[in-house]
């Protein structure tokens, strides 16, 4: 059995997750569990799955959290603010951390659990596009893994496995296309919240359902990728594949793909990143090629996704740039999702931020460089949006 803390467990990722703990309750154990806000849900679920350590983001929450669990002996440690985020995720004989915790709130909690020796199955990519630099070195030191436990990373970590060194040669990541993909660019000047939010195929949360209709969140992952698989970003390709059946494609030096296919189902990717090596048997729906129907591809429409370029500029420039890009983009897509600026703003405003800290860049960066990094994009993307409302003809910001 293998035991497991759940970072961000009231989300998406974290309760595909537990439904995964409950299906195979001889296979997986949790130990910790640490969530945002949601003090019913949590309380849910350390009354099912009685874990050791317990943390809430929102510390005006404690309470609520520690009066809804009361009655549960033994008690578990009941901890809040982020200090009680990173203190779960380096908690106890937990083998294996599964991040799901939103944006870059994840990466201090993940850098804990990795100086402590935990094996990480990453869903949350902000981890490695805004610490990177730093995060893979301490893999390297304290000898753990990591195992991307997002589709697209998982598919392309499933198709690497048994390809000898240096056999790759491109990553083709699958983009859905969005809510977006079928729109007339010109039509994008009229979207709204609710627009955004309809994801095609896939169920995710707000943020990351509108990164996907920005193409931002496929920017993002080529970063990942760059950084989990070693690959220049000039070998990193993105792909509009409306189905959503390929989750992502590699192509070898002779020329020969390998893909791997499945229902849009996070179930699968998290599946394996806590189970490799080993293949667990499921009674999910199998895939039926005949059902799937026709797969489709179509190359990604720049000036439509003009925050695909942004991340992969972003990328090139290295240090903390795309922490600032990362940054930029959760504030933006923040304010997008309070109405406070037009969905064609978000790309905007990350220009402008990205732009004011080319000569700010450290090439270098430690962790207190990144996290002032961070810091900074935030409140620069509200001195863009003030701009923005002063000229809002402005297409670009360069």
């Known amino acids: 059995m293998k035991a497991i803390t759940l970072l961000g467990s009231t989300g998406s990722i974290g309760t595909q997750t537990l439904d995964i703990v409950a299906q195979y309750p001889d296979q997986f154990q949790i130990v910790g569990l640490a969530a945002g806000n949601n003090v019913e849900m949590l309380a849910a679920q350390v009354r099912q799955f009685r874990p050791s350590i317990v943390a809430i983001r929102a510390e005006e929450k404690l309470p609520a959290l520690k009066a809804a669990i009361a009655d549960i002996l033994?008690?578990?440690?009941?901890?809040?603010?982020?200090?009680?985020?990173?203190?779960?995720?380096?908690?106890?004989?937990?083998?294996?951390?599964?991040?799901?915790?939103?944006?870059?709130?994840?990466?201090?909690?993940?850098?804990?659990?990795?100086?402590?020796?935990?094996?990480?199955?990453?869903?949350?990519?902000?981890?490695?596009?805004?610490?990177?630099?730093?995060?893979?070195?301490?893999?390297?030191?304290?000898?753990?893994?990591?195992?991307?436990?997002?589709?697209?990373?998982?598919?392309?970590?499933?198709?690497?496995?048994?390809?000898?060194?240096?056999?790759?040669?491109?990553?083709?990541?699958?983009?859905?296309?969005?809510?977006?993909?079928?729109?007339?660019?010109?039509?994008?000047?009229?979207?709204?919240?609710?627009?955004?939010?309809?994801?095609?195929?896939?169920?995710?949360?707000?943020?990351?359902?509108?990164?996907?209709?920005?193409?931002?969140?496929?920017?993002?992952?080529?970063?990942?990728?760059?950084?989990?698989?070693?690959?220049?970003?000039?070998?990193?390709?993105?792909?509009?594949?409306?189905?959503?059946?390929?989750?992502?494609?590699?192509?070898?030096?002779?020329?020969?793909?390998?893909?791997?296919?499945?229902?849009?189902?996070?179930?699968?990717?998290?599946?394996?990143?806590?189970?490799?090596?080993?293949?667990?048997?499921?009674?999910?729906?199998?895939?039926?090629?005949?059902?799937?129907?026709?797969?489709?591809?179509?190359?990604?429409?720049?000036?439509?996704?003009?925050?695909?370029?942004?991340?992969y500029t972003a990328g090139k420039a290295g240090g903390t740039m795309p922490a600032v890009l990362n940054a930029a983009n959760e504030q933006a897509v923040a304010l997008f999702l309070e109405e406070k600026i037009k969905f064609l703003d978000i790309p905007r405003c990350i220009e402008w931020v990205c732009d004011r800290h080319q000569d700010h860049n450290h090439v270098n960066p430690t962790l207190d460089d990144i996290l002032a990094a961070d810091i900074w994009a935030r409140k620069e993307v509200l001195t863009a949006m003030e701009y923005l409302a002063a000229r809002p003809q402005t297409i670009s910001l360069a």
């Open 74 to 311: 033994p008690q578990p440690i009941i901890l809040a603010g982020e200090a009680g985020i990173v203190e779960v995720a380096g908690y106890g004989n937990a083998e294996t951390v599964v991040t799901g915790i939103v944006g870059c709130a994840g990466l201090l909690p993940t850098i804990a659990a990795i100086e402590a020796g935990k094996d990480i199955a990453l869903a949350n990519k902000e981890t490695l596009i805004a610490g990177g630099p730093v995060v893979l070195p301490l893999v390297e030191k304290h000898g753990v893994k990591l195992l991307p436990a997002d589709s697209e990373h998982s598919a392309i970590f499933q198709c690497l496995q048994g390809v000898p060194t240096g056999g790759l040669r491109r990553i083709l990541l699958t983009a859905s296309g969005g809510a977006f993909r079928d729109w007339d660019t010109e039509k994008l000047a009229e979207v709204t919240v609710a627009d955004a939010l309809k994801h095609p195929n896939w169920s995710m949360g707000r943020k990351i359902t509108v990164d996907s209709a920005s193409l931002m969140n496929k920017g993002l992952e080529v970063i990942e990728a760059h950084f989990l698989f070693g690959v220049d970003y000039d070998r990193i390709d993105i792909v509009i594949h409306p189905q959503s059946i390929i989750h992502s494609l590699i192509e070898l030096q002779d020329t020969s793909v390998l893909a791997q296919l499945g229902w849009p189902d996070m179930r699968l990717p998290l599946l394996y990143a806590l189970s490799w090596p080993d293949r667990i048997y499921t009674d999910w729906q199998p895939l039926d090629l005949v059902k799937s129907g026709d797969l489709t591809f179509r190359e990604p429409d720049g000036q439509k996704y003009p925050c695909m370029q942004l991340a």
